[in-house]
């Protein structure tokens, strides 16, 4: 088996179920690793696959699409590249995840920053994840 297909990013692991967005909007855990806030929640019924995720940017600090669109393609590129942990850790404890990783800062991003930021984000919210694991037993 090649490492090849564990690099993409397509339509099963996008999250874009309403009535997951809305609970996860609701009653999500937050951080944040700036300029990167994270809402997550561990999603009790089966989903098609283990960590849905969705990117935005706000409309009132961005008020150009092709500005909001550029985040969140960036934001996707990186999350892409650097979720092997992130899925490894789901599978290895049997969880399934949504989140959403909005980006806050006022400046467009910087590929290079996003670059470090990820790995960082990705590590604490696998400790984040596993906290939860061990109130829950």
């Given at each position: 088996m090649t490492d090849t297909p564990l690099y993409t990013f397509n339509k099963?692991?996008?999250l874009k179920s309403?009535?997951?967005?809305?609970?996860?909007?609701?009653?999500?855990?937050t951080f944040l690793v700036f300029p990167v806030k994270v809402l997550y929640m561990?999603?009790?019924?089966?989903?098609?696959?283990?960590?849905?995720?969705?990117?935005?940017?706000?409309?009132?600090?961005?008020?150009?699409?092709?500005?909001?669109?550029?985040?969140?393609r960036l934001l996707r590129e990186n999350y892409r590249?650097?979720?092997q942990p992130l899925h490894h850790f789901t599978t290895a404890h049997n969880k399934q995840v949504a989140v959403f990783l909005?980006?806050?800062?006022?400046?467009?991003?910087?590929?290079?920053?996003?670059?470090?930021?990820?790995p960082m984000?990705?590590?604490?919210?696998?400790?984040?994840?596993?906290?939860?694991?061990?109130v829950a037993h």
């Open positions: 099963q692991e996008k309403r009535k997951l967005l809305e609970a996860l909007f609701a009653n999500g855990k561990v999603v009790e019924e089966p989903l098609d696959f283990p960590v849905k995720v969705g990117v935005g940017a706000s409309s009132k600090k961005f008020k150009r699409a092709m500005d909001r669109n550029r985040i969140k590249l650097q979720k909005m980006y806050i800062d006022k400046a467009l991003p910087d590929n290079k920053l996003l670059q470090k930021k990820m984000l990705i590590d604490k919210l696998i400790t984040a994840l596993g906290e939860n694991n061990t």
